[in-house]
């Protein structure tokens, strides 16, 4: 007797104790796997075609071997157009030795392999418990770094929105009135404490570094605003 099976995409005729390379199933070698998809089966010129499958047929095989096919390489070249594409492909394979063709409802005579997902259901409790466990062991040292690291950028943080320079007391200058100075540049000033002509006329070439350090403004711009301010300075 023999049958036409159809697994991952392709059919194949089979009968008792063929030795059969085929797609990746998932079992172990050894395991019993159960192929439900049979197009056709008959003994010599008697045969019977599904449509597309035939009701109540079942092929048995018993998993051989897990292994791999040998690679297949698909190379593309364009011509002139400096273009190539190298693609390999290696085949999973499960090898099955072909067991029993049942007819007619037939049950195997030996039981298939468990589904993965009915494996992960039949895990002890103890064993989901233990899991759990050493997840949360491994979350508590991650969270004590983050609250620490928390901890240690937060006085970075203050120390950047802190000013630069300390604000004079009494009316500020409208700083606009230098030439290079608009609004934006003004307000930017003012964030970090220099407020009054006289503070950019006394900027020391160690303040105008400061400044080009943490501020969008070049040392060049600032020494000009400073030759500036010290002529409005004196008025």
Do not use: C
């Not at 759990?132 to 901890?151: D, G, N, S, V």
């Amino acid at each position: 007797m023999f049958a036409v099976i159809k697994t991952g995409g392709k059919q194949y005729r089979v009968a008792a104790n063929d030795l059969l390379k085929i797609e990746k199933l998932e079992a172990k070698v050894g395991e019993i796997v159960e192929i439900g998809q049979v197009l056709a089966h008959g003994e010599g010129e008697n045969v019977t075609f599904g449509a597309p499958f035939v009701d109540g047929a079942l092929v048995t095989a018993e998993v051989v071997e897990q292994g791999k096919n040998r690679t297949v390489i698909a190379f593309k070249k364009r011509r002139r157009q400096n273009s190539r594409r190298k693609i390999g492909h290696r085949q999973l394979l499960t090898t099955v030795r072909i067991s029993e063709i049942l007819l007619g409802g037939a049950k195997p005579s030996k039981k298939a392999a468990a589904k993965p997902e009915a494996r992960a259901e039949a895990k002890a409790p103890e064993a989901k418990a233990e899991a759990a466990a050493e997840a949360k062991a491994e979350a508590a040292p991650k969270e004590a770094k983050a609250k620490k690291e928390a901890k240690a950028e937060a006085p970075k943080d203050e120390a950047k929105a802190a000013p630069l320079f300390k604000a004079p007391k009494g009316e500020p200058d409208d700083l606009t009135v230098i030439k290079g100075i608009g609004p934006v540049a003004a307000k930017d000033l003012a964030e970090q404490g220099i407020v009054t002509f006289a503070q950019l006329a006394k900027l020391t070439d160690k303040d105008v570094a400061k400044i080009d350090e943490h501020m969008p403004f070049s040392a060049d711009q600032i020494k000009d605003w400073r030759e500036q301010a010290k002529e409005l300075a004196k008025k």
